[in-house]
């Protein structure tokens, strides 16, 4: 963390203890513990419909209340980060505090991740008490985009199903979760421009079996055999190797309807899956895979 000029640094502690000494001046400057003799109490001046308002002294429990508080801040200042660039005599950071609690968490679970991480992915997967584990993994670090019930959402995949872009047997889901994924879908809006995006939106549409124009389908099929059959192959059910969805199915990442197919076409896709290898380890990775297995292998 880089640390502030001088100026500012000095800036802060002085905004900080003059705040809190001032304050405190100007409460003790307005205390009164004088016992009237006479037993009547003098008013501030302050009248309202005929109320008057007592200068009574403020209540000893009040007073000794917030000098606790001024002592505590006083403490809590001199221990720990608070007054610009100084440290706190106790060198507490929250950096240090996540080194230590990490620390803690790999000396007491590090034996049972290894344990685990030698377990072949599909036998894991039967494991109740890892799958537990591997559920609250997902939960923490997938379900923003895939759901907690990891069925997905606009843009994201369905783990659920047994539709997998990349593969779904054990290695290529591991190989999914440690390196991640970036797919490149290009846009053909340049390329093929209106026309040739409507006829090939109608040509893919009629793959599924879906509603479509067999005249500019007919034409569609043309640009499909010219342009997309590398990637999503002669029979349009895909590619592994680059990520290619089936286009003879109903499952649509990004929606299927005419407009949403054609927007898919004319501006493409560009979908990235992190790499979790480096954020969770491999160990917890492992973990994560055989639970990604597990929920499209439900008995």
Known sequence: MNELTPFWSAWIIVITLGSIFGSYWLLASVRSNTK???????TTGHVYDGIEELDNPLPRWWYWK????????LVYLALYPGLGNFKGL??????NQYEREVAKAEQEFGPLFAKYQSTDLEELSQDD????????????NCAICHGSAATGSYGFPNLTDNDWLYGGETSDI????MNGRTAGMPAWGAALGEQGINDTAQYVLSLSGRESNPEAAAKGKE??????????????????????PNLTDDIWLYGGTEQQVMQTL?????????????????????????YVYSLSHQE
Request: net charge positive; glycine share 10%.
């Open 174 to 177: 591991k190989t999914t979760v």
């Open 66 to 73: 917030y000098v606790i508080t001024v002592i505590f801040a």
């Open 266 to 290: 004319r501006n493409g896709r560009a979908g990235k899956m992190p790499a979790w290898k480096d954020i969770l380890g491999e160990d917890k990775a492992h973990i994560v895979s055989a």
């Open 223 to 244: 640009i499909y055999a010219t342009n997309c059959v590398a990637c999503h192959g002669q029979d349009a059910k895909g590619s592994h190797l680059f990520g290619a």
């Open 36 to 42: 009237h003799p006479d037993g009547e109490v003098p």
């Open 129 to 140: 008490k890892a799958m537990r584990l591997g559920q609250r993994l997902f939960s923490n």
């Open 90 to 95: 106790l060198g507490w950071t929250q950096i």
